[in-house]
């Protein structure tokens, strides 16, 4: 091949190999658009990556322990590695746990840093969503993107919950007897739903096989479209970023995906994974050994869910145990009130967006992060839930707080029962008022500087104190809510939002900035 005269060398395999690919597949226009998108910098953002890596992490060790465990009831004599347990008639299930801890080389860590994986995984989904939550970034156009991660979460509880059923030890048995009380509340059906789930008569012998396929098939593929389905939303949107100089709605200022935020991403995946790794190493988290095989006459004492469904536990042993009799059913109020609450508590995240955007009329695009001060209504909404949340994951630790702190498990029931009613309230008023607190507390500092510390004498004799101007980039971050068109309450004006922005809509496609 010649060009204006000179021969042009010739193109080596792996330029071959990629003419080949990007002439079907479309690579260097997919690459050339998508490798400069820009991502903006702030610490916040990692938690969506926390949720990622260790969501890769359960997948990997997950594929792991797959090859070694068996999902199965039937019952087997134990010789093993763990020489207390040898020649104890126990399922085929506990026995495969016992054998991938103690005779798999490396067994006993991958299961740790899958448990601890779980735990990080879900605690940085909730984190996560409560970050997306505080800065307002499931408004328009991201509420559908917000549902999908409501969704991973719900399914990562579910998950969890199945997970450490499959073992089928005294503790997961436990679990799986709470599972069955709920089950046989639900009014008319509730029988039909146990013997349905456990394949009989509790604890029958279909649960681990079930659960198993839904552990590691149904709920993975799900949870894997959804994450796909979610980043890839991140990217058609643009991602948000908080105000300050130079951002509008309009633009998304950061670095590059390529090479500077790949680079990033990468370091942070190891430092994830090293982590789990270290504290799955040093930290023991369900030794299923000391609590023996599942027995349905025996009760592991002191038996505790992972915590993300330890409020859920917390809500049945708080209530009362109240029956009453209905067209002669017997209704089981103490069981059947908390299998209402707990759902409702979590769909109270999903909808959120949705009864927000109605409330205030807002029908705008929104690409800019608020400062949850800015917001006192939403704020106070949100910590109020948190409250909720761990005064009944206290209440699903009732017993242990008790023997621990010697206090009176009735005394401690009752006062987590009022706590219930009485905290979130004051929780919420305190909250707000802290809100608008440090609303008025930067209206001083736009309008009269940042205290310097130096008094000054003026001719007349007065002593005042010399105040430095704030920098024009900062009042700028300061007062963004304003042009936002909030209120100093935090709701919405849509007239005088509609008019922040000159009325334009704010697509997904506009532009990026680098920085």
Request: charged share 15%.
């Amino acid at each position: 091949m010649t060009t204006n005269g000179r021969r042009s060398a010739p193109a080596s395999s792996g330029q071959r190999v990629a003419d080949w690919f990007d002439g079907r597949l479309g690579i260097h226009s997919l690459g050339r658009k998508y490798l400069r998108k820009v991502f903006p910098d702030h610490w916040s953002f990692l938690l969506g990556e926390i949720c990622l890596y260790s969501f890769v992490v359960l997948v990997l060790t997950g594929i792991y322990l797959t090859l070694f465990f068996h999902p199965s009831t039937t019952e087997v004599t134990y010789h093993g590695g763990y020489v207390p347990l040898n020649g104890i008639r126990m399922s085929d299930a506990y026995a495969s746990t016992l054998h991938i801890s103690f005779d798999v080389r490396g067994g006993l860590l991958i299961r740790q840093i899958h448990h601890w994986a779980a735990l990080i995984f879900v605690a940085a989904m909730l984190t996560h969503m409560m970050r997306h939550f505080f800065t307002g970034s499931f408004r328009k156009p991201r509420e559908v993107n917000w549902l999908f991660g409501w969704l991973l979460l719900v399914l990562g509880i579910f998950e969890g919950l199945f997970g450490y059923s499959l073992p089928d030890d005294a503790l997961s048995g436990s679990g799986l007897r709470f599972v069955n009380g709920a089950l046989l509340s639900v009014p008319i059906v509730g029988t039909y739903l146990s013997m349905f789930v456990f394949g009989g008569q509790f604890p029958g012998h279909d649960i681990v096989s079930r659960f198993y396929s839904l552990h590691v098939l149904l709920v993975p593929g799900i949870m894997a479209a959804l994450v796909v389905t979610h980043v890839l939303l991140v990217v058609y949107h643009k991602h948000t970023q908080f105000a300050g100089p130079g951002k509008t709605e309009r633009n998304v200022v950061g670095a590059p995906f390529f090479p500077v935020y790949l680079a990033k991403a990468g370091g942070f995946f190891f430092l994830v994974f090293g982590v789990i790794a270290l504290v799955s190493a040093v930290a023991t988290i369900n030794p299923v050994w000391t609590y023996g095989p599942f027995r349905t006459d025996q009760v592991s004492t002191g038996a505790q869910p992972d915590w993300y469904l330890g409020f859920a536990e917390g809500l049945v042993r708080i209530m009362p145990g109240w029956e009453i009799t209905v067209g002669g059913h017997t209704l089981i109020l103490g069981v059947l009130i908390p299998v209402v609450v707990f759902p409702l508590l979590l769909v109270l995240i999903g909808v959120y967006p949705f009864v927000e955007a109605w409330v205030a009329k807002d029908t705008r695009e929104h690409h800019l992060l608020d400062r949850p001060r800015n917001r006192p209504l939403r704020t106070a909404l949100g910590t109020a839930w948190l409250s909720i949340y761990l005064i009944l994951l206290a209440g699903g630790g009732n017993d242990i707080l008790a023997t621990h702190l010697h206090l009176s498990i009735n005394a401690l029931t009752w006062t987590i029962r009022i706590a219930v009613l009485v905290v979130p309230v004051l929780v919420f008023v305190v909250t707000r008022r802290i809100c608008l607190a440090l609303q008025a507390q930067d209206r001083e500092l736009v309008e009269h500087g940042r205290e310097t510390g130096v008094v000054k004498r003026l001719p007349y004799g007065e002593y005042v104190e010399v105040r430095q101007p704030l920098s024009p980039a900062r009042r700028y971050t300061l007062t963004a809510h304003r042009r936002d068109g909030a209120s100093a309450d935090g709701h919405l004006q849509p007239a005088d939002a509609h008019r922040a922005v000159g009325g334009t809509r704010v697509g997904a496609g506009e532009e990026e900035t680098d920085a």
